[in-house]
């Protein structure tokens, strides 16, 4: 049973949320790319047939896996610091509410806010691939935008953590740029470099990509274009090979616990701290 | 049974102790001031009694543990902070509808802002809003209700002589409506003529607790009221400067305050002198209480 408190919070998180400017930002770069990719993509399509569709989600992918990282951990990683510095985490406090129930409705509230610019912009760019394709390919666009969705709840529950632990807002903003390009840029140099250094074979790099919850994404996301995972080369065919059918189950778990973990974590420390 | 009770209180920060083996209980209906020089931890002893910081000891508001119980004892406590604390973009009755959908309570937006004289304020946005609004704004929210329990963090610190009689008449309200108050100050403000005790805190020093009783002696503040008037204020403590400028000195702000109202000055321009606790520390400092 959902308390009258906690429907006021969150409703007060989505409200807020909606309205911050960085969202509205996200939300129309999205739709922008998102519609350019397409209309740009499918002015090939009479010479490349369908392939079109794919080299447009490809696109799309990428796109996802740069913005939707940047804009989870932001809007998540200022969350509880904000608060803590403009003084409303008291106010807040000092109601009828628990520590846990604060941080949950923040949580959602920010999720349920990133999936529907994501959803928005995504939409506008599948509404203009399926006015050209037709309904076909809806099953790859819906894959794809649910693993956006998993990318969107994790990395939120990462900077929720992020933004309790950090001590102001500039110190959490370092942590997320950092924590972004770590995870974004710099994880595939650091895979390649340890593959060289340590000669680590192909079963090794599993776990490696099942770590990285960019990567767990990414994979997510290929899988639904192309089950082979072939895109990803060599280390996508063995994955293939090895897990098969269970590759949704196994990679959307690893995103699962990244999200239950985070969260946890963010708990133990916020109920830990003075104010 | 008491309203607040309050057992080996200990606080530390670090290696800095703020509250060290604080004990005391107020009754129902008591008007309480908790009075130190700046830095001497009335805030944190008020975040300890919500149960906002974690702290060694026990407090209980009608018998809940605020350390275990916290949500059902903030319950029955309306608690305005130093800081507004309001966000920014919410407008005023954005902001009472979201505090009084936490606190559970159905009420009007014309009986909340209507008292205060915000009504037409209701859809400003608090950002908006000056010093003083933004303090009447967190009265209403911390009355949001009528808890049997108030604690007011520094409420008379930077809003004018009008909203500080208007607050002085708050308080007086919910005194004869048997409210527990607990106010942190560290300026008198006129509020020790209606209180029943006062908390003293000290760094290093253990707590004070002085009866009403003995405010006279121990207290006994003058207060200086400066205001602008063309027409002779029949006030026999008044001293009339050439400028037009009058200096009344007094014992009872609230009184020399409404007075003044009563003829018709304009009291929100007044500049109003007060002793500060680190006066009235100075002067405890070394007497047996």
Known sequence: MISKEFRTLLFGEVTRSISNRWLI??????????????????????????????????SLINLTLYLVPLISMSLSGLAIVSEREGRTLERLLSQPISKAEILIAKYIGITISIGTATVLGYGLASWYMLFVLGPGDLGIFLSILLASLLLAAALSAFGLAVSTVSGSRFGALGAILMGWFVLVALYDVLVMGATLVANLKWPDLIPILMVNPVEAARILMIYSLDPTLIFLGPTGVYVARAFGPYIPMIFAGSLVVWTMGSIALALVKFRGQDL | MEAIEVTNLTKQFDSTRVLEGITFNIGEGKLILLLGPNGSGKTTLLRCLMGLIRFEGEVRIFGFDVSHMGKQARRLVGYMPQDSGFYADMTCAQVLDFFSNLKGVDVSLEDLLGPIGLLQKADAKVKQLSGGMKRKLGIAVTLLGDPPIIFLDEPFSDIDAKGKLDLLNTIRALRERGRTVVISTHTISGVLTMADEALVLQRNMPIRTIRSQLFASHFSPTYRVHVYSKERIPIKEAEVSPTGWVTISSRDLHSTLNTLAEYGIDISKAIVEEPTTNDLMMRLAGDDL
């Open chain 1, 25 to 58: 930002v996200y939300a129309l770069m999205y739709a922008a790319l998102g519609l350019s990719l397409s209309y740009y993509g499918m002015l090939g399509l009479g010479y490349l047939g369908l392939r079109g569709f794919g080299r447009v989600s490809a």
